[in-house]
DNA sequence: ATGCCCAGAACCTCTGGA
């Protein structure tokens, strides 16, 4: 089986090129980030007429999360237990959907961005990590067996060496110590970030940003991670970013990553 | 080469993204 994760940075705006992309893999689950429209504005169609199941979250123009799975999908939940709200009167956001494919627990995660380490945003962003990973040691303690998949954007830069030049975000969001230390403490709840197993190399990034030939020069992050299960590390054969996807006119600034899991 | 912000809402220019 093979499962992905992808910041699709808007869904109407890509469905074709995703759709496109979903038959050229042969990729059978999709977690997607920043759909950025409502449930009445999703594209259902499009990936029902290509073969896919959709659960989606959405309530305007931002965040935004979905499941897309050709080999069932079931159990779906729209949020994660105790998952923070933000705001004066605190409302919880579209960043997590959940959902059972063929086994595989999948959760889409689009981590809030923090803004700036002095923001109201970034105490949420560690408190939402926190409770997230809260809620995976629990799932992970009520069946050590269950293969669980926490796929996303994850909003973090873990090492300096997941940025083109680490001095650049001094001041910044996603490499201040609580935030690496709120990522790797899922670790510590069984998880295994497999794409770290799979692809070691350095300055190896899953997203770049539309100014300033950011791309072509290479100059990228590596923010896009899945953690998995003891159960569901032990399944998974190979990761791949695929780096092509951020070629040519009308390409997200995230490209996919892609888990191969051992068929059972 | 991959190419010098983009998408959404609204209809002008802001918000959010990193």
Same mark, same amino acid.
């Given at each position: ?38 449930? #009445? ?23 935004? $999360?979905? $499941? ?54 970034? *105490? ?9 990973? *809260? ?26 060496? #997941? ?11 996603? $490499? ?76 997200? #600034? ?5 888990? #191969?899991?051992?068929?059972?």
């Amino acid at each position: 089986m093979r499962i992905a994760t992808w910041n699709v940075n808007s869904v109407r705006a890509r469905a074709d090129r995703v759709v496109a992309w979903l038959e050229r893999t042969g990729t059978d689950v999709l977690a997607i980030q920043e759909t950025k429209c409502a449930d #009445d504005k999703f594209p259902y169609s499009v990936f029902e007429a290509a073969g896919y199941e959709v659960a989606h979250t959405g309530f305007h123009q931002w965040n935004g $999360v979905a $499941v897309l799975s050709r080999v069932g999908l079931a159990d779906v939940e729209p949020a994660f237990p105790g998952q923070p709200g933000y705001g004066d009167e605190p409302a919880i956001e579209a960043r997590a959907l959940g959902a059972t494919c063929d086994g595989v627990r999948i959760w889409s995660l689009y981590v809030p961005h923090g803004r700036s380490p002095d923001h109201p945003h970034y *105490t949420y962003k560690l408190r939402w990590l926190e409770q997230l990973r *809260t809620a995976a040691a629990a799932w992970h303690d009520a069946d050590p067996q269950a293969q669980i998949a926490l796929l996303g954007d994850w909003n973090v830069i873990p090492l300096d060496t #997941d940025v083109y030049d680490v001095a650049d975000f001094a001041g910044h969001t996603h $490499v201040t110590p609580a935030e690496r230390e709120a990522f790797f403490a899922f670790e510590q709840a069984g998880y295994t970030e497999v794409s770290r197993v799979h692809v070691p190399a350095e300055h190896t990034y899953t997203y770049w940003d539309y100014q300033q030939l950011a791309f072509p020069k290479n100059r990228g992050l590596r923010i896009d991670f899945a953690y998995a299960s003891p159960a569901l590390a032990a399944r998974v054969e190979g990761v791949r970013i695929d780096r092509e996807e951020r070629k040519g006119k009308g390409a997200s #600034d995230h490209v996919p990553v892609i888990l #191969d899991l051992e068929n059972r």
